[in-house]
């Protein structure tokens, strides 16, 4: 587990978590370039698509080096560990899981490596057949040595196992995935060029900028301004990009039918990033102005929710013409802390987070504006926190509609028991939350401040429609998980992962370096390893007796570690 940093989580509740998106991906391409601390910047603007685990990998035309650890970028990364990693292409990843469980071995980029072929590879999305792909993975081998339980994972083994025949990686993606189903946005490498990829259904973002001297692809516009890219143009639905000094080449790999996130626009995505041409900042503050015409309230002062509720509440002022200010102060520098709270302290609650500005508040009727609801245990404690501040009355007012339905395609929603909205009515919903009024901007305003066009959206976790349909058995994040030693589910069988690669503690001992392409290189990257202080050796003992060795005593493997062969085959 990654060391407390004291800086802000998102979530003001850690029982009401907001929706969080899967990942964020990043890769360049700029021989001469410092891509390693290029892609660093990059992840750094990313990192609110992931907040797990980092990682990135580098290669020098040779071999592919990664770097990846649980925590945030700039715990994982520092000056030595970034400066080692030396090459033209790198590919980078921070991580929040939507399938396999948040441990090191399911940190990104994963890694693969064949007699003829080594890739790295980001992938932000979430399957809906990652069983149905495993299956189509060498049984025999251990589903072609599957080294974690993400979806990934089996991306990666398949597209390196595929890369082996003619063509290479560019031919065995273009192969294989036309079968993947779900959401993928893949930013991925082998020692000599940059992929880009998106699902036909384009449900997260994926940009492409320029370089004087190389290529970007990112998650988000936002990432290409902070490393002064260029932007070219968004990948299209169904479109595969190789990247590499032949240039710049397109091909389609499935048609493209465009069911992009509607809650990108919402809260997801930075209010600076751009999608589909249009600015999130603008399309927030558009929501504000439909949401004040379809839920007016008669009130003195229109506060947000910081930050997420800013643009909206900006956009509701702009047009009730009712004042806009800020009643809640947020504390940048409380929420990331393994120090366990004493029961004093648990009873605060929101409060450590966030703070009425009574002066502002006393007396007033207020509108306070939030960008969703999930359980409604939030905007519970606002109330009551604005009431005890000396609110005549406060009304809440929403930036999009009820969230009823749990999202399949990268995002970490609570499940439909847990959304409130899935079982109660608006009404409902304001009397549990205390408010003397509630009002949610509906689908179609919502739909109209995004100027995208009619159907190309999804908006399931609104309607229920789910445009890529989600088997039962692909629901949850532990698809690859089983709790039993030897699963059997329809035709894929599975087994129990080895201890380290369930997680837990000894995860940290396993990281820093991961891995190299399969050979001498491994001594090479092995030097960058972190010896553990002297005094904690002994507790090294049991996580050191599971991973591959170099030979030198002391050293960790920096080659990927892999299952032992399955004792039956379930
Ligand atoms: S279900 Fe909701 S959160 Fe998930 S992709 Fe669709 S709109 Fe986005």
Redesign the pocket.
Known sequence: MAKPDGRLTHDLDPNDRP?RDACGVFGVWSPGEDVAKLAYYGLHALQHRGQESAGIAVSDGRRIVVHKEMGLVAQVFDEPSLTALRGDIAVAHCRYSTTGAPVWANAQPTFRSTPTVSIALGHNGNLTNTRELAAMLPQESGFGGLQATSDTDVLTELIAGGAGADGGVEEASARILPLVRGAYSLVYMDENTLYAARDPQG?RPLVIGKLSGGWVAASETAALDIVGASFVREVEPGELISLDERGVRSRRFAPAAPKV???EYVYLARPDTTIGGRGLHATRVEIGRRLAAEHPAPADLVIPVPESGTPAAIGYAEASGIPYGQGLVKNSYVGRTFIQPSQTIRQLGIRLKLNPLRDVIAGRRIVVVDDSIVRGNTQQAIVAMLREAGALEVHVRIASPPVKWP?F?G?DFATRDELIAGRSSVEEIRAAIGADSLGYVSLDELVAATEQPNGSL????FDGHYPVPVPESERGKSVLEPVTSLGQHDNVSTRRMPAPLRGGHNDRYHSRLASASQCPSASATSRLLRRRPRHRRRRRERPRRRTRHTGRRGRRSALPFRRPAPAAAG
């Open positions: 929706p449900f996130c509607l809650f999202c395609y995002i999804c908006r399931a976790c």
